[in-house]
């Protein structure tokens, strides 16, 4: 169905029949859409043009459906594609953001080298929890899924807890592209703290403190934000290494908030002598909402395109094979393991990638955005959206966004004093902490009923009906 022509529009080429955008209309208004996206955090409330068109609060919320698009996008891969179901793509989603964070905050990484490295990494290991899809499929195959669901999850609690931080959340530093030349250096002494103005929304300071002449250990640094409070010992990277002139370079912080900074060095028994500048240098930031933004979208609206590709290589249809029946495929000569891990592999890499996104927006990290009940929500996001179908991801983390985040806040008064009278048996606070799950299991029982195959279908029949009017019968 969506090959279908407009009536009265035929294909001349083989070009123009391969294309993904049939007609001139349709290749518009997909430009006119994507335009639309980009200029919406332009005329929100903290726009740089002063419309307060949009409140912010929409500009986070489509950053957070993209995010969430991108890690359903690569579970449309495994389940709707190739039909392998997956019940840890949370736990995946939390290796990209785990990986990223610790390339970020202990290597010294940029974020945009930790992003590749970490997807890679996801992937790599989403290829091992894809091994047991050679001998089993269908429910035994969700268990063994289920099992990454719990494992991971341990192992970035309890082994790696020196790394992730265990139950304790994460700091993640902000996107930067830079630093840049240093505009100011002041020196340091062991006896005098260093104050200075510093900050930006879009173009941070870095701040770098540079040793040189040290005998003995390193001395303890103090850094205070304009609140008055302690930087933690974590969030400074004090990752030490030597520019071309061999002076060891300690520090190196952002300082994305706008205000005072005061820094102390506290030498140890063991430093005896040192000289120390800190220098300050700008960096392009994309720790607001609003350049945040233009990160994920234009990535997410990328990743679709390439998934969508995906489907019509020669890979993507022995993913549709493989779904429809496997056995038929494996007699028509595919390599059915084969195609199964690349499956596993190619959506390990969505969720890796979504979770590093995930991550950099929220500048810190908990286990418990990683949990059992975030792989189910997923997988009913592809269910309602449409599986096996390009929009299907969109259409489904929207939907359910929309229903949590405007819907149900929306209907939680009304709910809340008619629930009671009709169930006065039950006490209200159990009914008030029940509505969320209870809209949502209905929702998703609806679909079920009433549209199986999801709101991308039903868009698909629309457009071909649209199509072929006024002979749409």
């Not at 957070?64 to 690569?74: E, H, L, P, T």
């Not at 929009?391 to 819907?407: N, P």
């Not at 009304?414 to 008030?432: E, G, H, S």
Request: proline share 5%; glycine share 8%.
């Amino acid at each position: 169905m969506t090959n279908m022509q407009p009536a009265g529009v035929f294909d001349t080429t083989y070009e123009e029949d391969m294309a993904i955008d049939r007609t001139r209309r349709d290749k518009l208004w997909k430009n006119l859409a994507f335009a639309a996206l980009l200029l919406l955090p332009l005329v929100s409330d903290s726009g740089p043009l002063g419309l307060d068109l949009v409140g912010d609060q929409y500009i986070g919320l489509i950053g957070r459906i993209s995010i969430f698009v991108i890690a359903v996008q690569g579970l449309n891969i495994l389940v709707g594609y190739t039909g392998q179901i997956s019940l840890g793509h949370a736990a995946f989603m939390a290796i990209g953001a785990y990986g990223s964070a610790i390339l970020a905050r202990e290597l010294g990484f940029s974020f945009w080298t930790a992003l590749p490295v970490s997807s890679l990494l996801t992937g790599l290991i989403g290829l091992v929890f894809g091994l047991p899809s050679l001998r089993v499929k269908g429910f035994y195959l969700a268990m063994a899924t289920l099992a990454a669901q719990f494992i991971i999850p341990w192992a970035l609690r309890y082994p790696l807890e020196d790394l992730t931080g265990g139950t304790r959340p994460l700091n993640v530093p902000a996107p930067i592209i830079g630093p840049f030349a240093p505009y100011a250096t002041d020196s340091l002494t062991d006896d005098t703290p260093l104050a200075f103005e510093a900050g930006d929304r879009y173009f941070v300071d870095v701040i770098s403190l540079r040793f040189s002449a040290l005998e003995g250990a390193y001395p303890a640094i103090e850094l205070v934000n304009p609140g008055g409070e302690n930087v933690p010992a974590g969030d400074v990277n004090m990752t030490v290494h030597q520019d071309a002139a061999g002076n060891d370079i300690g520090l190196s912080y952002i300082a994305s908030k706008a205000g005072e900074y005061r820094i102390k060095l506290a030498p140890g028994d063991e430093t005896k002598q040192f000289v120390a500048q800190v220098s300050r240098s700008k960096a392009l930031s994309f720790a607001d909402d609003i350049a945040m933004y233009y990160l994920i979208v234009p990535l997410a609206v990328l990743l679709m395109f390439l998934a969508r590709n995906i489907i019509r290589t020669r890979t993507g249809r022995a993913f549709i094979s493989i779904r429809d029946n496997d056995l038929a495929a494996e007699l028509l000569g595919i390599n059915v393991f084969a195609y199964k891990l690349r499956a596993f592999f190619l959506s390990a890499v969505y969720a890796g990638i979504a979770g590093c996104l995930l991550a950099f927006e929220r500048n810190s990290l908990s286990l418990d955005m990683f949990q059992l009940d975030v792989s189910i929500e997923m997988l009913a996001m592809l269910i309602i959206g449409g599986a096996g179908f390009p929009l299907g991801a969109m259409f489904g983390v929207a939907f359910i966004r929309l229903l949590q985040e405007a819907l149900i806040p929306a209907l939680r008064p009304w709910l809340t004093a008619a629930l009671p009278a009709l169930f006065p048996f039950i006490d209200v606070v159990n009914i008030t902490s029940a509505i969320n799950p209870i809209l949502f299991g209905g929702a998703l029982i609806v679909f079920l009923v009433l549209e199986p195959r999801g709101i991308a279908h039903r868009w698909e029949v629309f457009k071909v009906a649209w199509k072929l009017r006024p002979y749409s019968y």
